[in-house]
């Protein structure tokens, strides 16, 4: 991402708080996996989105109208010491140098600089009840301030939610965005499709799952989404499974929900298939079930329909479907009110996807489902799961579970399928799992 690209989301979001206020935000911090090792480090969202900056022991400030810059940043100094253990990190210069701050201190000087940067401030905007560190030391800074006041020194009287700017703003995808997105999109699909031609019976669920993140780093992105699904037979009915443990069997199908992360952008894809290369005629007519609810799903997916219209157009073909194959009974309509599918579709169809792989944005304005814009960008995941032990159905159908995830871009136009490539008709995916054996 080109350093431009941070500063108009700054400028976008200094003029949004507005002078004579102030906006924080702090960055993520390492965690420590056992006794003195840390888990890969992530940046906070947020804060990447702003600043780029991908260091933990930082806050960013921002200040509107301020004289000597908007954008102050609070990070760690330059250590030699450091940078021979670990690696390099920008210290004070580089993050003006590079990151294009116009100030930079050392985080050692937060407590001190920070009530002068509050003072005379009406009202402070910053990730509320986020962070629990930054939320005390906001409320100390305040009170050193309130402590002055006989000296002069005024005290923002207004905290609000960062958030209510910023997940707006990242809500919609510019270019650049997009870029990465559909990179992302790219890399996790041919992921997929080499899982698709490793599968055998007799593979354990972790050998597919190397295959994918095999995959995602040789293509560069060294980074999951999210931890991968990699589900054979019942396991699939299990919504977030995670195990990845058991060993695949001739007669089952395998779902895979995994997605490579590009400069911090998610991918997020499911395909479903059949371990032994073929459906059996229970899973065809459960998999195209699925496979046409998504269909529908994805057309109500363009300007000006509400969030919510996929998911009904997903619901009706599935109770419809499910109606006519003999896993419920009743009038289609009443099912519908009555939620009778969620014995069997238990989730929403979607969810938006961006930064995070269950991405920020509202989905209600003022109690009312979101209408779709241009920019948009969301997953279209219907699915079906029987469970193992459901008596009250056929044996031919327990222990199924499908699902069927894309990530759909918003167009000006209608919509654009970013993982596409992926293949996902029965004849598709059995073609290809018969090239490979």
């Known amino acids: 991402m080109k350093a431009n690209e941070f500063k108009k989301r700054r400028q976008q979001l200094l003029q949004s708080v507005g002078v004579g206020n102030i906006a924080l935000i702090s960055s993520a911090g390492m965690h420590t996996r056992n006794r003195d090792v840390d888990y890969p480090f992530r940046q906070d969202s947020d804060f990447y989105y702003l600043t780029g900056f991908n260091e933990p022991d930082a806050l960013a400030v921002f200040v509107p109208g301020r004289e000597e810059g908007g954008y102050i940043l609070f990070c760690r100094e330059f250590d030699e010491t450091k940078a021979l253990w670990e690696g390099a990190h920008a210290g004070l210069e580089g993050a003006a140098k590079h990151y294009a701050a116009d100030e930079a201190f050392s985080i050692n000087e937060v407590d001190e600089k920070l009530p002068e940067l509050l003072a005379g401030k009406r009202k402070v905007f910053y990730p509320l009840g986020h962070d629990a560190e930054l939320d005390a030391s906001v409320l100390d800074w305040l009170k050193q301030l309130r402590e002055k006041a006989r000296s002069g020194a005024t005290a923002p009287h207004e905290l609000s939610a960062i958030e209510q700017i910023l997940h707006e703003m990242r809500l919609f995808k ?18 997929h499709i080499k899982a698709m031609q490793a599968c055998r019976a007799g593979r ?60 911090h952008y998610a991918a997020d894809i499911t395909r479903t298939f059949p371990v032994s290369g073929t459906f059996s005629d229970a899973q065809r007519q459960l998999y195209q079930l699925v496979l046409d609810a998504q269909t529908a799903a994805i057309a109500q997916v363009k300007p000006g329909a509400d969030w919510i ?48 792989v269950h991405d920020v944005g509202d989905y209600k304005i003022n109690d009312e489902w979101r209408v779709l814009e241009p920019g948009m960008v969301l997953t279209v995941e219907p699915g079906l799961y029987i469970p193992a032990d459901c008596k009250k159905v056929d044996a031919k159908w327990r222990g199924i579970g499908i699902r069927i995830e894309d990530d759909v871009l918003v167009t000006e136009d209608g919509n654009e399928v970013l993982t596409r490539s992926v293949p996902k008709t029965i004849a598709e995916i059995e073609a290809l799992m018969q090239q490979a054996r």
Not at 174 to 191: F, H, I, N, T, Y
Not at 330 to 353: P, Q, S
């Open 309 to 356: 219209q996929p998911h009904e157009a997903a619901v009706e073909v599935l109770t419809r479907g499910l109606v006519k194959l003999g896993l419920l009974k009743g009038r289609v309509k009443k099912l519908i009110k009555d939620e009778k599918y969620k014995a069997f579709y238990m989730h929403r169809t979607g969810h938006w996807l961006g930064m995070d």
């Open 174 to 191: 510019s270019a650049a965005e997009l870029k990465l997105m559909r990179l992302a999109a790219d890399v996790s699909a041919q992921g």
């Open 204 to 263: 354990y669920e972790y050998q597919i799952e190397a295959e994918l993140v095999y995959h995602f780093m040789q293509a560069g992105l060294r980074a999951v989404a999210y931890p991968s699904i990699v589900a054979g037979g019942k396991n699939a009915c299990t919504l977030h499974y995670t195990g990845n443990t058991d060993i695949l069997k001739d007669g089952d199908l395998l779902l895979i929900d995994a997605g490579a992360e590009c400069d």
